[in-house]
């Protein structure tokens, strides 16, 4: 019976992992190094899997179920949705930004005095952030690199309007993705060679289902999450109220990304605290009550019942893994590092964690033959 019973990490094993790693570190690497032009691409990818169910529903209701015509109905539908919100919402933005806006020349002319509460800030950054100063510094560099300093500015401009290409380009790959989107999933099952194609479409259909899982049931989650935001600061009465909210609910799409948010919220309510018409402190202990009493409900009322417990991983595995893939591969690292893990972990148990049952399904599966 021993006998029948084979050495899990055989030679052959071995150099499969070895080649394996060595094959990972190269993908992670052209990832890295490709990332700024590969990032405006895996947008679209996303932007495109997100928008395919709808493409799906809108086949069934077009003559014919023509899948371009599907395509410009869903194009048309959310643009028409932004529309509606930008013309619902704009109006107050403008005004909300012009008044802070003139609350900020009002100070910098010196039309309007300091607060009291406000002098020791500013005479700390006067002290320690002298103008003359700085004059000093900048008289002191060499003309050459003055020049250089020149010739670098329309180098970044060039470098501006070439990034501001690619993300306009990234609109035109959602478009050929979501029409071709059934072609491109066939076409990615022939790439994977006949002999590892079962295999090879197993790890596909688990990797969807993660995907699916995360990527849609967080998309629910960061939705109910910008509407008690929005809500929330509204009843605060900050200015900007509803574009801060929608950038808590986009920047929700990454777990524990959406309190860098409070840093923009702090500004606005520094800013808006100089009009005399309110205090910095309380109007910020207001907002900080509307996240911890958004972040309460997103996280043990909503979260379960619509994520559940599916993912399986531990908070601080969750921080680990965000530090780690956001590492690596930047921001598509840190939206992809969920849902990576998960699989990872389910990959590990799997196959080397348990080996022993691999091996009897494997007899079994002999046996059978």
Known sequence: ????????????????LIIGIVLT???????????????????????????QPLVNLNRKWIWHGSRI???????????????????????????????????VSEFSSGRRPMPEGYKALFDYIDRYFDYGNIERFMDLQHVDTLLSRGSSLVAESLDIVMHTLEWLLALIYIVFILMDYEQIMRGFKLIIPRKYR??????VHDVEMYMN???RGQGVVALCAMVFYCIGFSIVGIPLAIPLGILVGILYMIPYFQYVTIIPVAIV???????????????????????????????????PHIMGKEM?????????????????????GMIIALPVTALIMTY??????????ENANRSKAEEHR
């Open 1 to 16: 019976m021993s006998s029948r019973v084979s050495v899990y990490w055989t030679s052959d094993r071995i150099m499969k």
């Open 25 to 51: 570190g190269v993908v992670i690497w052209s990832l890295d190094y490709l990332s700024a032009v590969l990032l405006p691409f895996f947008v679209a990818c996303f932007v495109a899997y997100m928008l």
């Open 69 to 103: 015509l599907a395509v410009i109905a869903t194009l048309l539908e959310v643009a028409a949705v932004i529309a509606g919100v930008v013309y619902m919402f704009l109006p107050s933005v403008v005004s909300e930004v012009n008044m802070l806006s003139g609350i």
């Open 198 to 203: 079962a295999q090879g479409m197993a790890v």
């Open 213 to 215: 899982h995360y990527f």
């Open 269 to 303: 309510c520094f800013i808006f605290s100089l009009g005399g018409t309110v205090e910095f402190w309380p109007e910020l202990g207001k907002c900080c009550l509307v996240y911890l009493v958004s972040q309460s409900i997103c996280d043990y009322i909503i979260t």
């Open 312 to 332: 399986g991983l531990n908070p601080a595995v969750i921080l680990l893994s965000l530090s780690v893939w956001g590492y690596l591969l930047g921001i598509i």
């Open 348 to 357: 590990y148990e799997r196959y080397i964690s348990n080996p022993r049952e």
